[in-house]
């Protein structure tokens, strides 16, 4: 009999340095009005430069809160997943620095996935097959992200660096021969015609290094994240609704049965649309951007570990998991807690 997925422990970690929106308006033209009516977010962490955080030492930090949470040692971890688009290194990927840092004595694999704000769920799917198929009995699945050292805090990239924020988070997916509990089903989609509508293209192996120190064109912007941001917004709305639907026909599921639906911080208004479109209480959905913006690959298991530590779930809860972001790629995951 296959085995069940369910998370044992939780974790998150953001810098203590905490940035408002009146912090961004004293370094371009915005303003917190502007920036709380179009996302919904009032602050957002970054760290602090040339201090110790990284994205692979923030999700290490959240890995041993989940595992202690777990009530298990860094040894008794099989496998390590880890989702970001802010590597430490261009390669190799942060696993394998997790699996250094956390000082682990065997010698477990660690894989890296590339799926942006839909990342978290791309991993908790890839863990959860490990997991069923008996390969592994406890998997590492860690978000982090760290945005803030390569967004443009100029009036150019004003639309874009006012939403994002630094921080991580990580989840134990564990065994189980539960029958009542787990991971229901994942659904993972993407559309890679709109790649260029969010997307970072440089440098890369079409445009590398020497060609753009032989350009040394201070107007140059192919090196700052880039999103339209209108186009992105409707296009999100949509694709959520289609995970979420997904997950909610293939298991039979309504949504009043819904304990917490956690949706990757993106912007709180297409939190709220999706709220509104679903007719989901208050109680059934949790948003956290206002304090930390958008995290993507961190954002889902950070609000997972906070919603955890405020008794918004409880064993045998359903739990909706849904994700919209670059690629584009778009996932759900459904659990029973």
């Excluded at 989940?66 to 390669?91: E, K, M, Q, R």
């Excluded at 991580?168 to 997916?173: E, P």
């Excluded at 990757?264 to 930390?292: E, T, W």
Aim: charged residues 20%.
């Amino acid at each position: 009999m296959l085995k069940k997925s369910i998370i044992t422990g939780v974790g998150h970690y953001v810098p203590e340095n905490v940035v408002t929106n009146n912090d961004l308006a004293a370094r371009m033209s915005t303003s917190n009005e502007w920036i709380v009516e179009r996302t919904g977010i009032n602050e957002r962490r970054h760290v602090v430069p040339g201090g110790d955080d990284t994205t692979a030492s923030m999700g290490t930090k959240a890995a041993r809160i989940a595992i202690a949470n777990a009530g298990l040692t860094p040894d008794d971890i099989d496998f390590i997943v880890f989702a970001t688009l802010s590597p430490d290194y261009y390669f190799p990927g942060p696993g394998v620095q997790v699996q250094e840092q956390l000082g682990l004595q065997r010698e477990i694999g660690a894989l890296d996935v590339r799926n942006q704000c839909s990342g978290f769920i791309y991993s908790l799917s890839v863990a959860d097959q490990f997991i069923k198929t008996g390969m592994y009995k406890n998997i590492l699945v860690i978000g982090s992200e760290l945005h803030s050292g390569g967004l443009d805090f100029t009036d150019r990239g004003r639309n874009v660096s006012v939403i994002f924020g630094d921080g991580a988070g990580a989840v134990v997916l564990s065994a189980s021969d539960d029958d009542q509990r787990g991971i229901l089903s994942t659904h993972l989609f993407s559309e890679g015609k709109h790649a260029k509508e969010l997307a970072l293209t440089a440098p890369s192996t079409r445009d590398w290094i020497p060609n753009i120190l032989k350009r040394n064109d201070p107007e140059e912007t192919d090196y700052y994240p880039y999103m339209n941001g209108n186009f992105v917004f409707k296009h999100a709305v949509v694709r959520f609704a289609e995970a979420i639907q997904a997950a909610l026909k293939t298991n039979g599921v309504s949504p009043e049965e819904i304990k917490l639906l956690i949706p990757h911080q993106a912007n709180l208004r297409i939190s709220q649309f999706i709220q509104q479109s679903m007719k989901l209480r208050d109680d059934q959905v949790f948003n956290n951007i206002m304090r930390y913006g958008n995290t993507t690959a961190a954002s889902i298991p950070i609000a997972l570990s906070e919603a955890y530590a405020e008794g918004r779930i409880q064993k045998g809860d359903l739990v909706l998991f849904a994700a919209f972001g670059s690629g584009f790629t778009w996932a759900s995951a459904l659990m029973r807690w």
